[in-house]
């Protein structure tokens, strides 16, 4: 039978290891992750999870066992945060050149000294050349909806390619929401028992691995595997709409757009606040809506490139920083590279807020969507980025 609780992020995304009967679990604890991992080590003492829980003495060991693990044949499920990711990032290169389907969270916290204690996406976005798929995910539910399917997504024998699903620290991690917790049996009949052709110790399922050969064909069938996953990422998020009744559109959601000319594009836990105000600004008559970017790697190029002809503005919401770019959020930037060749593309504005964790307002997401209706009127783009959490913009109207 379905339960329904009030959950926190960091204990959902504990069921969510729990339900896909995870084997091993080599992680550190760091803020806001650490609930998270202490959600396992109680589910493991009181028997309701059958793995093994290894205790490291940091994140670069973290990585280190859960690529040994994976290699030997096991689930395997670890999670950190900010300094921690950066301490992990040189074995974090490893698992997608070998090809291991390890599922990560990573609890968005941004990075000392320009940031603090709470969320950005500058440490995930840090590994978005690692070649790990990256799911970002707005509530409790997802976190448990997505780490279940990141394991079908990841362990598919045409990807085999390590997940990493994201949410806000303390946002998400540390807020209680509605979740429904799916039953085992229906999990275990969506989720199969991980069979690795490459990797395993069930006698006659290993397979002769395809031989390496040069730096640049690892990486071009890294990119490739990456390419497929597109598909995959869809296909699962309807095979669990199926089971479960739930679907997050795949890579991206578009939200109350019925004849909207702009979009404001956003990631992770600030989406849900952006459709009240989308909710509110439609009622009175703006033609605007929201697309939710739930999968920045693969990046859905050919989707946005579709979705695009809709709209004749983007407004780029960027939790992020990318410090002496080309101009703009680390979204924007590839949402500018993906658009590129089309004959008839959307403007793309870029709006800066929520850095170091600082709490996207209702206020400044109206901001955005008036100044990006504006942009459309006069086709003029002001600045490059917009640094919205600089600026008094007053109370709420």
Not at 98 to 109: A, F, G
Not at 321 to 326: D, E, I, L, P, Q
């Amino acid at each position: 039978m379905v339960q329904i609780r009030m959950m926190e992020g960091n204990e959902a995304a504990a069921y969510g290891a729990m339900l896909s009967r995870v084997q091993v679990v080599p992680a550190y604890p760091i803020t806001p992750q650490t609930e998270l991992i202490s959600f396992i080590a109680q589910f493991i003492t009181e028997g309701k999870m059958k793995a093994e829980y290894i205790k490291v003495e940091g994140e670069h060991t973290a990585m280190a066992a859960a690529i040994g693990a994976s290699a030997a044949g096991a689930r395997v499920f670890t999670a950190s945060s900010s300094q921690g990711i950066v301490f992990m990032e040189e074995p974090l290169w490893m698992p997608p050149g070998m090809r291991l389907p390890i599922n990560m969270c990573i609890v968005n916290r941004s990075i000392a000294p320009t940031g603090g204690l709470r969320p950005d996406h500058n440490d995930s976005l840090l590994q978005r050349d690692t070649g790990w798929i990256q799911l970002y995910c707005e509530n409790s539910q997802e976190v448990m909806d997505t780490i279940i399917m990141g394991y079908k997504i990841a362990e598919n024998k045409n990807i085999y390619l390590p997940v990493a699903t994201c949410y806000d620290g303390y946002f998400v991690s540390a807020t209680a929401s509605r979740v429904e917790i799916p039953e085992q049996k229906d999990v275990d009949a969506f989720l199969p028992p991980y069979e690795h052709e490459w990797y395993s110790l069930i006698p006659g399922v290993n397979k002769e691995r395809p031989a390496r050969g040069s730096s640049a064909k690892n990486r071009y069938e890294v990119q490739q595997a990456n390419e497929r996953a597109k598909k995959v990422i869809e296909e699962v998020d309807e095979d669990f709409n199926e089971t479960f009744g739930r679907s997050y559109d795949g890579m991206i959601e578009e939200y109350n757009c019925d004849n909207a000319e702009a979009v404001l594009m956003t990631m992770g836990s600030m989406t849900g606040t952006v459709r009240d105000v989308i909710d509110d600004l439609k009622k009175s008559g703006k033609k605007i809506g929201l697309l939710k970017l739930r999968c920045f790697r693969p990046f859905p190029t050919e989707e946005l490139q579709k979705i695009s002809k809709k709209y004749h503005i983007i407004g780029v919401v960027d939790r992020n920083t990318s410090t002496g770019s080309a101009g703009g959020g680390i979204v924007s930037l590839e949402l500018a590279r993906a658009l590129y060749h089309l004959e008839d593309r959307p403007l793309i504005a870029n709006f800066h807020v929520g850095l170091g964790g600082t709490d996207v307002t209702p206020r400044q997401i109206e901001y955005m969507a008036e100044k990006t209706l504006g942009i459309l009127k006069t086709g003029k783009i002001p600045e490059p980025v917009d640094w919205v959490e600089l600026k008094d913009l007053g109370p709420v109207m």
